[in-house]
């Protein structure tokens, strides 16, 4: 008797071990909260790692225009080849060749090896183009291969042409075998002299099939995406190590051919990763981020200069009596986007095509400035922006940092200036990101917005990897939680070559036929595709979720699809069992389907790679409710996103 006591009291101690285990999160749709915007989560474009030329803007030809400080950088001439600028094609982009064909039997031509190489795809077709003329007006011959990496040509096609006055001629030039680091030749056959500008090469198939398009892989993956705001050109390229080396809008559109090329800031910026072939053709312009930016449906979030170059790089900046024609540049920036075709930036967006406005709703004045100088050159901008376009929000920064001397003196002049956002920065350790996903519960309700514009969690070895999603993923309940104060965020940077970057990590890595979706990627993707319509309380035992056990957590209520939505990380290692429990339903649940999205590893330092893309990528299931709750199983170094049709 005594025995069977103690194995009943065992018993009990057992049961007793797996009720305190269990933990029941408490999910109130009584208390709907706070909106959470449409355009809530998005992405961040600066061209960095080859991002835009070698990356997201198609053209496969490097210097295309012969414009960079070293005119042949990226082309092998053979024979004889000049480069002249007399009575040139393109005022903007001067500098063209002459090829002279003197019947010597190496020939005479030009190669080009692109970014790290060129990728061609079996049976795909490619646009070749250039502008020529024939010095004589006579008839001259062209030859255009695709070469591998063997040397062995893959491809060809022929172009002929005449007359002394500058045309352009393009063919189409189908690949016979897939290569990943291919160049592109091109021979003179006919005697003689002949001059040539802008040669540029496109996949047949780009984005929509546009030409000067974009790459399709990579515009697909921000598409699946699904962002609310897109956030462009920079960064840093905004500022420039130098004032003429920022990015300037207006040298972005109008025709590709004669868009002046500029230098990019990052090509010497990291000493370990130099690139001095990296400059930016100014192909992908502000036309092409707007037209992309309503192609994903989010929002243009463009960024100007405000008269300082980078103060990590420089202290050049315009006096601040001197500012008018950076702050004319935001006014005209926002009469390109949404001017009528009468006015003259809106004609010009009518000329490239698109006579309707894209709807510009917000504009950023500098990138990550800080100190009394950006203040005082912010003012005016401010000024003027209030009184010609009040409908327009204005984003200011609170400088590189999420605190610090700078963090602190910046938001109070925020607050002052009554900017609509303030725009912080957060590049920290996966820790940081864990232990300040209650960094806004306790933020001024009334002051201006945030925007979450650059974060990235930056483990040791700086990869992404699991342990660095699910950091994001935990700080972002914080986020969500807390909608009325955080309106934006994006993860920075976008885009990376894995040949030529000098910045990780970043959200998509791509070599010249693939792409590769990090786990940071899919953290996003899930955030962006759950968005919801308000806020809802979640809780264990009336206290916020947001740390302990590894455990965070928020909710949302979609009221367009009647669904509530609840996120739920678990950072630890070890599984942890959860009840989430709904109250205040209308109509009680019995059995109901609960669609079950989840990023998981058993190994934090997980990768995925070109080799093994598919490494970490979310899984989907259901469970059925009972009793108005349903059980989850959380698994460690976990994202889920639940989601439940329900009665509103």
């Known amino acids: 008797i005594k025995m069977k006591k103690i194995y009943i009291l065992l018993l009990l101690l057992a049961g007793h071990t797996l009720i305190k285990a269990q933990k029941t999160f408490v999910v109130d ?45 990226g082309w092998i001439p053979f024979g004889e080849v000049n480069v002249l600028n007399e009575d040139p094609c393109f005022d903007r982009n001067p500098h063209y060749v002459r090829l002279n064909e003197k019947g010597l039997r190496r020939g005479t031509g030009l190669e080009n090896t692109g970014f790290t190489g060129i990728g061609f795809k079996q049976n795909d077709r490619y646009r070749f183009s250039f502008y020529a003329r024939s010095p004589n ?51 003179l056959e006919s005697a003689g002299e002949a001059d040539l500008d802008h040669l540029s090469l496109f996949p047949a198939e780009t ?10 892989d990579l515009v697909e993956a921000l598409y699946d995406l699904k962002p609310g705001v897109f956030r462009f050109p920079g960064g840093c390229i905004i500022e420039g190590n130098t004032l003429e080396t920022r990015y300037q809008w207006k040298n972005s559109v109008g025709p590709a051919e004669n868009r002046p090329i500029n230098e990019n800031r990052w090509n010497y910026t990291f000493k370990h990763r130099f690139f001095p072939d990296y400059y930016q053709s100014y192909g992908l312009g502000f036309y092409e ?123 109070p002049k925020m607050k002052e200036l009554k900017v609509d956002l303030v725009d912080e920065h957060y590049y920290r350790s996966p820790e940081w990101f864990l232990e300040n996903a209650g960094r806004y519960d306790h933020y001024d309700r009334n002051g201006p917005k945030v925007f979450a514009g650059e974060y990235a969690a930056h483990p040791k070895n700086r990869d992404n990897n699991v342990a660095s999603a699910i950091a994001e993923a935990a700080f972002m309940t914080g986020l969500e939680r807390n909608a009325d104060v955080v309106h934006l965020a994006t993860y920075a940077p976008l885009f990376a070559h894995v040949d030529a970057w000098q910045w990780k990590p970043d959200m998509i890595w791509f070599d010249n036929l693939n792409v590769v979706r990090t786990p940071n990627y899919y953290v996003q993707q899930m955030y962006a595709r759950n968005v919801g319509t308000n806020t809802l309380p979640v ?13 965070y957590a928020s909710a949302c209520l979609d009221k367009v699809h009647s669904e509530i939505i609840v996120k739920i990380v678990n950072a630890a290692a070890e599984v942890q069992d959860i009840y989430i429990s709904l109250k205040g339903l209308k109509k009680p649940i019995k059995e109901a ?10 190994v934090p330092e997980a990768v995925n790679t070109v080799a093994a893309p598919n490494t970490v990528i979310p899984t989907h299931s259901s469970v059925q409710t009972s009793e108005n709750g349903f059980q989850l199983k959380v698994e460690g170094n976990a994202f889920y996103v639940c989601k439940l049709k329900i009665q509103l």
């Not at 909260?33 to 070698?54: K, L, Q, S, W």
């Open 29 to 73: 749709l009584g208390k709907s909260g706070a909106e959470i915007r449409p355009e809530m989560y998005g992405v961040f474009f600066e061209d960095i790692n080859f991002g835009a030329d070698g990356g997201l803007y198609a053209e496969l030809i490097k210097n295309r225009s012969f414009e960079f400080d070293q005119p042949l950088v």
């Open 137 to 187: 007006g006579g008839e001259k011959k062209f030859r255009i291969e695709l070469i591998n990496e063997a040397n062995n040509p893959i491809g060809k096609g022929e172009l002929y042409i005449s007359g002394s006055g500058w045309k352009k001629y393009e063919c189409l030039i189908k690949a016979a075998e897939t290569c990943a680091k291919g160049k592109i030749r091109l021979v």
């Open 207 to 216: 984005w929509k099939n546009r030409e000067n398009g974009l790459r399709k």
């Open 289 to 411: 981020f707007f037209l992309l930016s309503e192609d994903l449906g989010a929002e243009p979030l463009p960024v100007v200069s405000c008269g300082l170059a980078c103060q990590y790089e420089s202290t050049e900046c315009v006096p601040v009596a001197d500012l008018e024609p950076y702050i004319q540049d935001a006014l005209d920036l926002i009469e390109f986007a949404n001017g009528t075709t009468d006015t003259k930036w809106g004609k010009v967006r009518a000329e490239m095509g698109h006579p309707q406005p894209f709807n510009l709703k917000m504009i950023a004045i500098g990138n990550e400035q800080w100190g009394e100088g950006y203040v005082e050159r912010l003012i005016p901008f401010v000024k003027a922006l209030r009184k010609q376009h009040p409908e327009i929000k204005i984003v200011g920064s609170a400088g590189p940092t999420p605190d610090g001397e700078n963090f602190d003196y910046l938001w």
């Open 539 to 551: 809780t264990e035992e009336g206290n916020v979720i947001s740390g302990k056990d590894g455990l």
């Open 593 to 602: 389907p609960v669609q079950i999205t989840c990023l998981h590893s058993n």
